[in-house]
């Protein structure tokens, strides 16, 4: 048949416009200026960089096992990259500035797309110079939901930061590769808050039961958190699962990069004050969120909650006979090193300090060429991570999640970032089951800067 130019035209408008390909549809997730009122009021708004405006960044919720996609757009004015901490994720989508991509420079963009495996609670954050970019407010909750959700009323994301802020003009205090800070505990802010409010709170209902979601998203500063009026368990950290959830009995200790889900039960009477409280630097205990308590959900608590879904690959099974890798944590303030190796050369303590460097992770400074350790892809391995240094550290590790291994043999919680503390060995315990080049470093963004930041392989 021979088409008419009439027919054509009726025939195109019968089949579907043509549909936008799918990198067109993708959702956007735009690094920008913006300012933000995070002092209280009367003090100056304070200008930040954020993620689509916000501090935080929106809250990205997904369900597990679908994929996540967001072109990042950077209006910012230095380069960028989106850091997705948590997930077991494709390697090439992990966000490493200078190992697993470019930075994003200005004006460009950058799609971002991979699977979700597990379930839990996760955050995103810049991982070009995070240093300051992350200080400056580029980070955001990634909440990826399980199929059936524990049974609670409600689920609350609480992300805790802290901002180092001039009184006088709201601006972030520019100095944030201060080697005083860097060679010492890192950059503590002089305001902490959460979900970007210095005041925090939320109402509720007696008997009724939340599910909180805590995010340390600080620089550096680690938190010790307490429940008041509050009957809590946790029931996840870094996302995953734990077994039984544990009753909260004492102080909670959330170091930075660093989550935990609570399902906790208000349990205050209706006018008393309720919340979660953080230990200030002066020794005090502070309203971190306050809760306030208004009518009554249910005549009586519900009692300890189920165990969160599990999710896939958590054990880390062979730890026993794995081989064990060295990693003294060295350096800084007080200690010094004698000697490390940064950019290929072995260079002295003054060297290092000239070169910004105060911190090495078995003897190296910073990236080097060769990787920490190259493991064969499904190997367990142990690192023992012996601090020798007068400060703690929160060491991370890109891509899979660990297990701390005790002196006994008995395993730790699966978890992605653990504590180290002054004159103490921590031992981790990981299948080495994800392809690629995995950062380990200590999340104590000024430390990373300044050598605490070495990488493992997976081939
Ligand atoms: Cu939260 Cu290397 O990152
Ligand atoms: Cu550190």
Known sequence: MKMTRRAFCAGLAAVPLARPTQAQDMALLTARAATVQLAPDGYP??????????????????AQGSRLQRRLVNTLEVPTSVHWHGIRIDNAMDGVAGLTQNAVPPGESFDYAFDLPDAGTYWYHAHTNSMEQVARGLSGALIIEEATPPDVDRDEVLMIDDWLLEPDTGLFVDDFAAPMTRSHGGQIGNLVGVNGRYDYSLSARQ???????LINSANAQIFGL??????????????????????????????????????????????????????????????????????????????????????????VVGVDTAPVLEMPLQGGAMRGLESAAFNGQKLTWQELVQQGQFWALAGQAGLGEAPFATLSRGETARIRMTNDTIFPHAMHLHGMHFRTRKEDGSLGPLRDTVLVMPNEMTEIAFVADNLGKWLLHCHMLGHAASGMTNWIMVA
């Open 45 to 62: 708004a304070t200008p930040v960089w954020s993620y689509d405006g916000t501090i935080p960044g929106p809250v990205i919720r997904a």
């Open 207 to 213: 008997n009724e039961r939340l599910r909180l979601r």
């Open 226 to 315: 307490k429940l008041e009026g509050l009957t809590g368990w946790t029931v996840a950290l870094d996302g995953m699962p734990l077994d039984t959830p544990e009753p909260v009995t004492d102080t909670l200790v959330l170091a930075p990069a660093q989550r935990m889900d609570l399902i906790v039960d208000i349990t205050a009477e209706e006018g008393e004050t309720a919340g979660l409280l953080f230990a200030a630097a002066d020794d005090t205990w502070r309203v971190l969120a306050e809760v306030s308590v208004e009518g009554r959900a249910a005549s009586v608590p519900r009692g300890a909650p189920q165990p969160l879904p599990r999710n896939p690959r958590m054990e």
